[in-house]
């Protein structure tokens, strides 16, 4: 396989994990091994953050943030601005390098790192926003308002199925919102993070940011608990499991800290007769066979009215016989692998679950053999009719695994929908005005985001981003996540001669 491109973003077998922007910070001794899904071969060493080396970084990124801060937000933008021309120079690269490292389809790594583009180019158009409020003071020769300042540190911890997008989501607007960051990125795609620093880095350094502004951390979670026990990290904004936030969430609130967690999806579509179901095929089949099955916002249930449910069934079945599963660097192939072994015995356990537990395999799944398949980490998507209350169901199973589940009044499929622990992303395909209308009122779907005649999967950087319940109550990427890195304060001027209370309350000396 040609991986030239890892030559062009900087990589090579042995790579240091610890960085303050410009340079590394002491020399590991220990180091991640990060193995490609694809083929199961090394594609290089990383090095793990030590404590000792941690505190360098902070104390670095305290006194970026003393300078950066006072960087007009403009100015902050610009930099920003010059990072998405670098991505766009590197796009083919870096989308080549998240589908090695991580496994997904090449068409989706080049669509992450235009994500990354995209969110550069929003967070420049919002470094000239960060808008405040004035109000009207009920005593005379007051003026009050509200504006925003940055936090300070932020620290980022992302998960392996968004190696690089979920990184600038947070980085991009936190960086304007005069934030500096420290990124702890998943010890299953290390490679991605230091490619991302290696294309920025060059932008930092032309535009004479103090080194700092963007520091790397890596290693497993001990790692990442440096920054969660850290009061000097005001923000932890942690991606991945809702196991895993439950222990962040905890840990951060306990030193009264503030945390941004975007955590599972149980994601479902539900499907009505009203339905067009050539829409209803193409976002079921990318929603549940998309990344392998391995994002938060995968399809993981389709509730299906009994009318139509044997023809959808049906249409299902055929779409997936014409999957094609390999390569993820053959733009013809639509799967990939799982990110490794560990998942696909998930996935095995999964598939005995659903059958110990009443339900039925309509289309098998199971570990693909071959040459091709070597790494062990290919996997059939499969799926499986069931009830909404199984325990398999209520649990989120990050593999390519489809639920179909019937319902009789709508109702009814907006009660099973909503009737999981996760709330991420939902949808509905129906022509029916007054069904997608009852979907999304305050009786319809209890998501973060709910969609009508498109699918669970795929969101556009424009809209907050995030869910309720177990999935944590995040927002990042647009509308105003931006608030989130900021702190409010609220401003009174007296511009008086005289010195009046609120309230009407007198204090005479």
Partial sequence: MNTNFLKQLGLNKSNEGTW????????????????????????GKVGITSEKDYTKVVRKAEDAFKKWRKVPAPKRGEVIRQYGDALRENKDALGRLVSYEMGKSLQEGWGEVQEMIDICDFAVGLSRQLYGLTMHSERPGHRMYEQWHPLGIVGIISAFNFPVAVWSWNAMIAMVCGDVCIWKASEKTPLCAIACNNIFQKVLKANKVPEGVNCIINGDY???????????????????SSRMGKIVGSVVASRLGKSLLELGGNNAIIVTPNSDLNVVLAGAVFG??????????????????ESIYSKVSS??????????????????????PLIDKDAVEAYLNSIKAIKEQGGKMLVPGGVLKGDEYDSGCYVKPCIAEVENHYKIVQ?????????????????????????????LSSAIMTNNLKEAELFLSSAGSDCGIANVNIGTSGAEIGGAFGGEKETGGGRESGSDAWKAYMRRQTNTINYSDELPLAQGIKFDL
């Fill in 288 to 305: 549940a066979v998309g990344t392998c099955g391995q994002r938060c916002t995968s399809t993981r249930r389709l509730i299906i009215h």
């Fill in 222 to 240: 001990k790692v990442g608990e440096y920054m969660t026990y850290d009061p000097r990290v005001p923000l932890i904004s942690a991606t991945g």
């Fill in 20 to 43: 303050t922007g410009r340079k590394s910070v002491g020399k590991s001794t220990e180091f991640i091994e990060s193995y490609s899904p694809v083929d199961g071969k090394l594609i």
């Fill in 315 to 336: 249409q299902l079945k055929k779409a997936y016989k014409q999957l094609k599963i390999g390569n993820p660097l053959d733009p013809n192939m639509h799967v990939g």
């Fill in 395 to 423: 649990h989120e199973t990050f593999a390519p695994i489809l639920y179909l589940i019937k319902y009789n009044e709508l109702e009814e499929a907006i009660q099973m929908q909503n009737n999981v622990p996760q709330g």
